[in-house]
């Protein structure tokens, strides 16, 4: 398997226990509780059907659920109030702890929601400005010492997808994820509890994108695991020319991608499938 990356191995701290990522692919299901997510357009209403969601995405396999309160849809989503934002995901995020669900994370750019969050039961931050749109959010990581996915990001959600340029992306993606882990470090945050994410979609066009992913090998010199989603993204529906509801088979290919490049967390919308997808990339590359 000369032309997969076989992935170096990382223990982080979850739930109070050490977890090994690197023997498998692990699998973070994608559970928004907005009314303006680009990929559902907000199916999971009430907390009551958020959290039912929720466990029926552990029970298709998910390793982590990812719950999120702010949409970051292409073309501009309305910014959300901290306030806003917890009422929407602090009930589920109990009601999953409470439910005996497994991982939980919250994603979110603001401190006030990671912190009442965390406090609600959630076990991890995913934090899409790369610890830049909030200063205080990194210490409150710290103060709760859970980890901490630092993805990349140029400018904010309203400005991300006009005209993105990189004369090298994969280059300028390495470069501002380490100075994004390195204001972690500043913060208190500690190294080995950090996870990077290359951000497809986010602040790139449909080239940038493809770029990235056939370039994910370049992530190893920041010596931290990787996160990639490319689940249901516009680059598929560049390539593929398919509306968001139609991209399974893209995004199917976009994660057996993931995999072979060295990913060790793959976030998703269709967590029974892509179970499947990381399982057979898996035993392909005999990481199982």
Known sequence: MGWAVRRRRYRIRLRGVDALLGDRTWVMGVLNVTPDSFADGGLDRSPEEAVARGLALFEAGADIVDVGGESTRPGGAARVSAAEERRRVVPVVRGLRVRGAGPISIDTTKAEVARAALEAGADLVNDVSGLRFDPALAGVAAASRVPVVVMHLRGDFAEMHHQPRYDDVMGEV???????????????????????????GFAKAADHSLDVLRRLPELVGLDRPVLVGPSRKSFIGSVLDLPVGERLFGTAAAVAACVFGGAHLVRVHDVREMVQVVRLCDAIMGQQ
């Open 174 to 200: 390495v470069s501002e994820l380490r100075g994004a882990l390195g204001r972690g470090a500043e913060a208190g945050l500690d190294p080995d509890q950090t996870i990077v994410d290359p951000g497809i």
